[in-house]
């Protein structure tokens, strides 16, 4: 009777189902003149950022995307050298960023208002 359950088992666990379709990637031609002329975030990160009076209001801390690939900036704001600075979210379309990625402005904006703005916390992963 036991050797029997093994076999049913056996037998169910070794069927071979079907190969499901294999859905294709699209792959595109990227245009490296283009891609050339962007910004690494990687050197962006860390930079201060100014406002339209030439008067720095924060840090560039992060960017992040979402699912629909709509960018976020996370701007380190006040504080004296990171301590009791805090972390606001803006939209990255928000920020000015000249030809070389050196100078990056957040047109409008002042330090006060940026500390009125609801505080972000990084998601734990």
């Known amino acids: 009777m036991i050797w029997f359950a093994l ?19 699209s792959l595109i031609k990227v245009d490296f003149s283009v891609v050339a002329n962007g910004y690494r975030m ?17 840090t560039l801390d992060d960017v992040i995307a979402d699912k ?8 380190q704001v006040g ?14 379309e928000s920020l000015v960023i000249d ?8 047109p409008g904006a002042s330090k006060e208002e940026l500390k009125k703005l609801t505080e972000y916390h990084h998601k734990s992963s």
Do not use: C, H, M, W
Not at 12 to 17: F, G, K, L, R
Not at 68 to 75: G, M, P, R
């Open 68 to 75: 629909k690939q709509v960018n976020f900036a996370v701007l």
């Open 99 to 106: 030809d070389k990625g050196q100078k990056i402005t957040l």
């Open 42 to 58: 990687s050197k962006l990160l860390g930079s201060n950022v100014i406002n339209d009076k030439n008067e720095k209001i924060g």
């Open 79 to 92: 504080g004296f050298l990171g301590v009791g600075a805090r972390l606001i979210v803006v939209p990255y």
């Open 7 to 25: 076999a049913a088992f056996a037998a169910i666990t070794t069927t071979t189902t079907p190969a499901l379709p294999q859905a294709g990637v």
